[in-house]
């Protein structure tokens, strides 16, 4: 069981391209998220979705897009690549029904560097 | 807004000794989580607590909610080295399925 698997793992993009962060889960989760980490700090959600096709900002949306075409696939798309977007991403899904007792499954992380 | 508070940030404890990292969050939530963090890594589930008065263990680490102070905490017991590590508390938010994490709590454990 793979669990949620992040691609690429590392990356350094140019200020101004743009680039895409895959996302997959095989649990069957409804819930996905994408989360960012910067140095020495805690997560900050980007975006996050309730289910395929449904998808809402999270606390810092801003330079970002996403879409959930599928219930495995949330990508997250950086269209001009800015150094303050240089930090580490994780994607994370769950599983929320009634009284679920499940928490988050989290990727490994994608570390991406903007210079 | 919903804020996430945890305390202290940065905790340096000697092998053996007890210590509590205490999460606050300023509103209503239906669960709240506790993760582990070690250095590069992911984060890795500890703790999961749904109710008023849930308490959960597991080994030298123990997790309490108190949904009416809207606090929970993390009791370590008698630290070893392996427990170093940035411990984060989340909250989901009641109604969204949105979760807030705290700051983290930096926790290294000297021999």
């Known amino acids: 069981n793979a669990g949620v698997t992040q691609t690429p793992k590392f990356r350094i993009l140019k200020i101004g391209q743009s680039m895409t962060l895959q996302c997959t889960q095989d649990?069957?989760?409804?819930?996905m998220y994408w989360y960012r980490q910067d140095p020495g700090m805690g997560l900050k959600l980007i975006y996050y979705?309730?289910?395929?096709?449904?998808?809402d900002k999270g606390e810092v949306p801003n330079g970002y897009n996403v879409s959930r075409s599928t219930t495995e696939d949330f990508p997250l798309r950086l269209e001009l690549a800015a150094p303050s977007q240089t930090s580490v991403y994780f994607c994370?899904?769950?599983?929320?029904?009634?009284?679920?007792?499940?928490?988050?499954?989290f990727g490994d992380g994608t570390r991406l560097s903007i210079l | 807004e919903l804020k996430v508070e945890q305390n202290p940030l940065f905790l340096s404890m000697q092998e053996g000794k007890n210590y509590t990292i205490y999460c606050n969050y300023s509103?209503?939530?239906?669960?709240l989580y506790w993760y582990r963090q070690d250095p590069g890594k992911s984060l890795e589930s500890l703790f999961v607590?749904?109710?008023?008065?849930a308490v959960k263990q597991e080994g030298r680490l123990m997790a309490s909610l108190d949904t009416k102070a809207r606090l929970s905490t993390l009791h370590i017991t008698a630290a070893v080295h392996d427990l170093s590590a940035t411990y984060f508390c989340?909250?989901?938010?009641?109604?969204?399925?949105?979760?807030?994490f705290g700051t983290g709590t930096r926790l290294k454990v000297l021999a």
């Open positions: 509103t209503t939530s239906d669960r």
């Open positions: 649990m069957n989760h409804n819930y």
């Open positions: 989340a909250v989901l938010t009641s109604g969204t399925y949105k979760y807030i």
């Open positions: 979705s309730v289910g395929a096709g449904i998808t």
């Open positions: 994370a899904s769950s599983y929320l029904g009634t009284g679920s007792n499940q928490p988050q499954h």
């Open positions: 607590l749904l109710s008023n008065g």
